[in-house]
């Protein structure tokens, strides 16, 4: 199968090594993965922060990169969801029902990782070994707008060497919400100590999430507390093998990851 990989601004900007893990697993598993070079932020931001015409504008290059490819894999839950609920919103706001029926369709062809993993490709044993203690969190737009339910802990489950520890009161935010960390500073740390101190109650050595962001904000919340806990994301515990006995990151020279194209 021809995947494209729909990096996210995140991914490509501080956490390259989650979206070469994307590309090392479907390889892996036997896909041609492609890289439209003129992708750029999906809009959520701005969808989010109130700006709709930069968001349009983002939405037709999204649409019109991504248009040509039957299947679309992104590592962010965040992103996907943005791409399935808000795209054809944001068009049919300014009156572009054509726009909107493209976006529709892309978006039904646009999955995050472990959606494509369990419900396309039909596996859950992605030949991955991992041998440490790991807690997931679900994120909300995973949790919420996605609705991945246990597909990421299906995988999970599935790794060699891998112990996996549930995460108590896991459906609770972690405090990021993008914006929200920002405007509301003094809730989303009284949110994230309240998911670092669940994360340290497992006795996990790894926090594992299909969102960057909220790895971003969790591991930052740990490193502070120099806590030893570190955190990964799904791709690249599913993309580690025996090569990588220690689970150290696949992908870790920026180098390697890709570029997007244009501007933001």
């Not at 701005?46 to 290059?61: E, K, S």
């Amino acid at each position: 199968m021809r995947v494209a990989l729909f990096v996210t601004c995140l991914a490509d900007t501080l956490f390259p090594q989650a979206a070469v893990a994307t590309v090392r697993l479907l390889e892996r598993l036997g896909h041609e993965v492609v890289f439209p070079e003129g992708q750029t932020c999906c809009g959520q931001m701005h969808v989010n922060t109130g700006y709709p015409d930069d968001a349009l504008r983002l939405v037709r290059r999204h649409v019109r990169v991504f248009a040509p490819y039957d299947v679309v894999v992104a590592p962010s839950a965040s992103c996907v969801g943005s791409v399935r609920h808000q795209h054809a919103t944001v068009a049919r706001g300014a009156g572009d029902e054509r726009l909107a029926s493209r976006a529709e369709a892309v978006a039904a062809r646009t999955y995050e990782l472990s959606e494509f993993l369990v419900d396309v490709l039909g596996v859950t044993e992605v030949g991955a070994y991992y041998p440490h203690r790991v807690t997931y969190h679900p994120t909300c737009h995973s949790l919420r707008m996605l609705r991945v339910g246990d597909r990421p802990s299906r995988l999970l489950r599935a790794v060699r060497g891998l112990d996996l520890v549930e995460l108590p009161q896991a459906e609770q935010c972690c405090g990021f919400g993008g914006t929200f960390a920002l405007k509301n500073a003094d809730t989303s740390t009284a949110m994230l100590a309240d998911k670092m101190r669940h994360v340290l109650a497992t006795g996990a050595d790894v926090c594992t999430a299909g969102d960057a962001s909220c790895l971003m904000h969790i591991g930052g919340g740990l490193s502070r507390l120099r806590a030893g806990v570190r955190t990964v994301h799904l791709a690249e515990i599913l993309a580690s093998t025996e090569a990588d006995p220690a689970g150290t990151p696949v992908g870790g020279a920026v180098a390697a990851a890709p570029t997007t194209g244009g501007t933001r």
